[in-house]
């Protein structure tokens, strides 16, 4: 443990896998890694980038990468994708990708199914970008198809948002609507070349005017060809430059994501510590059975539990 | 409120209407009325309807309304959007809707944002369900759009889940995959006029195989035009005889519903109420403070709290 702490921070790749697998198994050893390693954490850019699927968001990512790579900055990307409870998770695609970065140590890319996390996917998210940024990555990229309100949590935490959209998906405009509208720093319009482009960036700048009231926060929004390379560059500049100015927008947005953490990890402790302490065995699912039954109600028997809690400060 | 849950059980809208407003603001009195109203529950066959945007999943459900109507059932819609923080929810899209069958007394529409609900969207679903299924609607359709973690679960907690599919669309089969391959009884494709129904069919049938091993099991897939009203009463016959057949698999997924739901406002009133106990004035703002400027980490913070609460059996 020790061990795996120290090759952690001095920024071995193989360590972090190992790092991140103990956290996403929940393992015993789980919180105290991330307890350790919580304060050599809070020092790397983190980044969402959401759009829908089609968007060329994985080309994008891979020509930012590249240009962080070219300043010589160390690149993690936790890829969040809405897979299958069946097939556990979106192997394939961090295959392919891994493969143009593979022999690069300074780029960990890490895809994550969307099922399954124990208190949340935006709770693992977290803990596996602390593990990164303890690992001196620094841009973290999280990457997501930003449609579901569990993704829309997790881009939330990230330091600056980036939304990708493309001309010609009409229902592109509508679906961002979800939720990400307002969260947005900056606004990305890939395959820019394609017909529909400058419609879009009207559209997306009458809406946005709309939702910010004072013209001074509303988003900037810029064109892309990423399969050319084109904007990605100005992208990255205008990025470092949001990160920058924006310090008190930054703090803000990581005390909520504190907060968030500190509410996600009490109440699954708690939960499970009461319901270990107060029920005897087979109590719980006897419970659930007369719930099921309708002979108790969850409210009853939450009630019923709450009363043999007590707290002492 | 005595008044108000006389008038709910005898079926009448705008006391339901009353009823689904006291519980999704979550007044003092949201409690006490889930669970009085709990006993009356469990009669309704819940219905998931659930398919990507443009996939004509608002005019199937209309037709089935219809349909349902003239067997004289009273249909409850809980309507999931994924609509904006900023709007505060699809209105509009009720609006619409509402007019179909505004003179209708027989037909309860309820639009619900995906944003801001306490203890989650599944459990405010679950709840608005209760009180639609003790005011005496049956069936109740829950139509999302089944793309979020969140909104899987929502469907998840119906009796018979329906994906609708649309030709012509190439992401749908992969946008279905997202946790929703496994858990869907019936797929529906709409628009099975347009050119390549035939080779989604094909393609489905042949995913469908590959998740389902045992060839019993493997979900029916029906066509319809729902705009001409084309197999909208076949699908409606379809979905009766699934409820009627699957009587294990019904008590195993209402088991599992009143599981999740336990959990669920365990885990949120806990929480409130050992943090009301444990902190005082400005406490956890502290805390929030300290992990936000990695002075102290989460696990730590929660660890402290987890040590003043005492279980008495």
Aim: glycine share 10%.
């Amino acid at each position: 443990m020790q061990d795996l702490l120290a090759r952690l921070t001095s920024g071995e790749p193989r360590a972090l896998a190992r790092a991140i697998s103990v956290v996403e198994e929940g393992a015993a050893d789980a919180d105290a890694l991330l307890s350790t390693v919580f304060p050599k954490t809070g020092r790397a850019m983190v980044l969402g980038v959401t759009g829908s699927p089609g968007a060329g968001k994985s080309s994008l990512v891979d020509r930012l990468i590249h240009h962080y790579r070219r300043a010589e900055r160390r690149v993690g990307v936790v890829a969040i994708d809405p897979s299958s409870a069946y097939s556990g998770g979106a192997i394939l695609g961090d295959r392919i990708r891994m493969q143009e970065h593979a022999s690069d140590d300074g780029v960990f890319i890490r895809s994550m199914a969307t099922r399954g996390h124990l208190g949340g996917l935006a709770k693992t998210t977290s803990d596996v970008v602390d593990l990164m940024d303890a690992a001196g990555y620094d841009p973290i990229l999280i990457e997501t198809v930003g449609v579901g309100q569990d993704e829309i949590d997790v881009v939330r935490a990230a330091d600056i948002v980036v939304v990708l959209l493309v001309p010609g998906m009409g229902d592109d405009i509508q679906a961002i609507k979800a939720g990400i509208l307002e969260i947005a720093d900056l606004f990305v319009v890939n395959k820019s070349d394609r017909p529909g482009a400058d419609r879009l960036i009207a559209d997306l700048d009458f809406v946005l005017g709309l939702v910010h009231g004072i013209p001074g926060e509303k988003p900037q929004i810029l064109k892309t060809v990423a399969i050319r390379d084109e904007g990605v560059v100005e992208m990255r500049d205008a990025i470092d430059t949001l990160y920058e100015g924006r310090i008190d927008r930054r703090r803000e947005r990581r005390r909520e994501r504190a907060k968030s953490r500190f509410h996600a990890i009490l109440a699954e402790r708690l939960t499970a510590r009461v319901l270990h302490d107060a029920l005897g065995e087979g109590e719980e699912s006897s419970i659930i059975d007369a719930i099921a039954d309708r002979k108790t109600d969850p409210y009853r028997a939450v009630e019923r539990i709450l009363a043999s809690v007590k707290v002492t400060s």
